[in-house]
Antibody
Framework: EVQLMESGGGLVQPGGSLRLSCSVS????????LNWVRQAPGQGLEWVAG????????FYADSVKGRLTISRDNSKNTLFLQMTSLRAEDTAIYYCAQSWEWAYFDNWGQGTLVTVSS | EIVLTQSPEFQSVTPKEKVTITCRAS??????LHWYQQKPRQSPKLLIK???QSMSGVPSRFSGSGSGTDFTLTINSLEAEDAATYYCHQSSSLPFTFGPGTKVDIK
């Protein structure tokens, strides 16, 4: 089974930047994409971005397009989310989640909290 | 964007009671609908994939059905450990979207 562990969350001022990481360990999965899903305090789940197993294909939610960038380093088994021009509404727990063939999210990390506030 | 609506928003249930949660999609999505359980302070857990396929290790009291635009998650004989928020999720088209969630509380 795959284990996912996020890191890099914290407090950042509006307009600031932050880089999240997700370490992937355990069994490898072909045809598996990696995604970021966030959850604002007391709210539901929102898919943010996804990247294919090769890293050659990326997709974004409209709410983050142009500000957040997903990438992965397969040599280090790590997923990233570069966050820029952060807004208060980006405050959330960010989960790393594996999806099989862009379908269901079958493995999730424990999440990392990002707080955007002055 | 495909919008998912869930009902009810909240349900308070007695143990051993049956729970039915519905998820409706704003357009047809075939069977590309998945269900998750999220307990307080935990990450979501996949229960059902493709509308009706139970994940390994998920208790048999959980089942899913439906296709097209209307889907149902059923919990037969609710147990105290099932207190959680349940979300549906569609992977038919981007952006992937989730329903707003149904909170199930134990009386």
């Amino acid at each position: 089974e795959v284990q996912l562990m996020e890191s890099g969350g914290g407090l950042v001022q509006p307009g600031g930047s932050l880089r999240l990481s997700c370490s992937v360990s355990g069994s490898t999965c072909n045809n598996c994409a990696l995604n970021w899903v966030r959850q604002a305090p007391g709210q539901g789940l929102e898919w943010v971005a996804g990247i294919s197993d090769s890293g050659g294909t990326t997709f974004y939610a409209d709410s983050v397009k142009g500000r957040l960038t997903i990438s992965r380093d397969n040599s280090k088994n790590t997923l990233f989310l570069q966050m820029t021009s952060l807004r208060a509404e980006d405050t959330a727990i960010y989960y790393c989640a594996q999806s099989w063939e862009w379908a269901y999210f079958d493995n999730w990390g424990q999440g990392t909290l990002v707080t955007v506030s002055s | 964007e495909i919008v998912l609506t869930q009902s009810p928003e909240f349900q308070s249930v007695t143990p051993k009671e049956k729970v039915t949660i519905t998820c409706r999609a704003s357009q047809t999505i075939g069977s590309s609908l998945h269900w998750y359980q999220q307990k307080p302070r935990q990450s979501p857990k996949l229960l059902i994939k493709y509308a009706s396929q139970s994940m390994s290790g998920v208790p048999s009291r959980f089942s899913g059905s439906g296709s097209g635009t209307d889907f149902t998650l059923t919990i037969n004989s609710l147990e105290a450990e099932d207190a959680a928020t349940y979300y549906c999720h569609q992977s038919s088209s981007l952006p992937f979207t989730f329903g707003p969630g149904t909170k199930v509380d134990i009386k």
